[in-house]
């Protein structure tokens, strides 16, 4: 017995479906480091970025390292991801989002020595919300982990 | 399957849902917006902004499901072509992307005080522009088509093939390195405070609901619409 | 405070967006059947 046509095209609908949604999602994987919105502090130890090359670097802002320049808009600090850390410069307003311990995506070139000087700085927070008495010892503790994944 | 082939039978279910669709989405989603306005504490290091969270994820939620609707439609026409999945799959298209462009404002409009942004091309937010992108597509398709003929077969295998586009929006926060957080809610719980997650279900179950009652409004337009035109035509040609 | 003008307008086009698709799709939906009625009755 012959299967009835909407069989076939029900199967061919759904291998079709499949095939599709396999070959998307291998081209996205095979892209994930291309497509990677930002760079950590590891891959510029690591040499995977060029001196002068428009980057965006990501991580979090390492405990104690803001300075504020004597001028009032220069800041300098360190952004960190665990095992590297990478000195940024900046001038200009930072979002209020920025702060030590919290998560940052800094864009503008490497220096020669490795310094970064942004462009931009922009605020990165983690997936958790809690009211403001459950205090932040317990965010800060996480968003390192969030930040450097 | 053809149970509901005959609009008749469709429209006898149809026309009661979409009043009862219609009060409850509007009751839960005001009280959802309500509670998420008023009620809830602010967050711990964003502030008030947090309550943003509480309409932008319905708008991303339905403007996903839409395209889900419309994929599921597109199979029902092309495997059983079923009549009434055109209709349905042409209902939905306007609702789902007016939800994906919600979810991209509401997301810019929290983006600028949270992050310092009001747009950035990472992972996350381009994949959902494509979604909107897609819905326009869909839409110029869907109706060229339909000018010619009731069958549908191109728009229908477009929905399908744009379902792609889903697990590509949901998964780019762990594929990809994003500015947008990764997922609050997930198979191993959330991690929203609850004193701050209740009026995330109250608007996602009421925007839903009102998804719905639009769908069934258009549906029932283009299913009188179809009615008034083979009607004149019969009468021209009786005549 | 300042953070209030985002959230407010947040809700705002939302709940404008969704209005705004009722406020077309009812009346299309009642004048459509309207239609319909009216063409049923005159046969």
Request: hydrophobic letters at 50%.
């Amino acid at each position: 017995m012959k299967p009835a046509p909407k069989h076939q095209r029900l199967v061919l609908v759904i291998l079709a479906v499949a095939a599709l949604i396999g070959a998307a999602l291998l081209a996205m994987w095979g892209l994930s480091d291309r497509a990677a919105y930002f760079r950590t502090p590891q891959d510029i130890a690591a040499g995977r970025a060029q001196v002068g090359e428009p980057i965006r670097l990501g991580g979090m802002v390492k405990q104690g390292s803001i300075v504020r320049q004597p001028d009032g808009v220069s800041i300098a600090f360190v952004v960190t991801d665990g095992p590297a850390d990478v000195p940024v410069r900046y001038r200009g307003i930072v979002p209020d989002l920025f702060k030590e311990g919290g998560g940052v995506v800094a864009e503008g070139r490497l220096e020669r020595g490795n310094t970064f000087v942004a462009d931009t700085i922009l605020a990165k927070h983690d997936e958790r919300y809690m009211p403001p008495q459950m205090g932040n010892i317990q965010a800060e503790r996480q968003t390192r982990k969030t930040v450097a994944q | 399957m053809h149970r509901f082939a005959n609009p008749a039978r469709f429209l006898k279910i149809a026309r009661p849902a979409t009043g009862w669709l219609l009060a409850l989405g509007l009751v839960l989603s005001l009280t959802g917006m309500a509670g998420a306005l008023f009620l809830i504490p602010p967050d711990y290091l964003q502030g008030e902004t947090a309550r943003i969270l509480h309409i932008h994820v319905p708008a991303a939620w339905l403007g996903m499901g839409g395209w889900t609707g419309i994929a599921v439609s597109s199979i029902a026409t092309i495997v059983w072509r079923h009549p009434l999945a055109g209709v349905a799959a042409r209902a939905i298209a306007p609702v789902g992307a007016t939800f994906a462009f919600l979810c991209l404002v509401t997301g810019s409009i929290w983006g600028r005080p949270t992050w310092g942004t009001w747009w950035e091309w990472d992972g996350r937010l381009t994949s959902m522009l494509v979604l909107l992108f897609l819905y326009l597509g869909y839409m110029a398709l869907a109706a060229a088509e339909k000018e010619r003929g009731p069958d549908g077969r191109a728009a229908a295998i477009f929905g399908i093939v744009g379902i792609v586009n889903l697990p590509i929006i949901h998964f780019s926060v762990q594929w990809w390195r994003t500015l947008h957080q990764g997922e609050s809610i997930g198979v191993a719980g959330s991690s929203i405070a609850p004193s701050m997650l209740w009026p995330l279900p109250l608007t996602t179950l009421g925007f839903s609901a009102l998804f719905g009652a639009i769908v069934l409004m258009r549906m029932r337009t283009e299913l009188a619409e179809t009615k008034v035109e083979m009607r004149l035509r019969r009468m021209a040609t009786a005549a | 405070m300042n953070q209030w003008a985002f959230v407010l307008a947040a809700f705002g086009v939302m709940a404008g967006g969704t209005g705004g698709l009722l406020a077309w799709s009812w009346p299309a939906m009642r004048s459509a059947e309207a239609k319909a009625e009216a063409l049923g009755k005159r046969r």
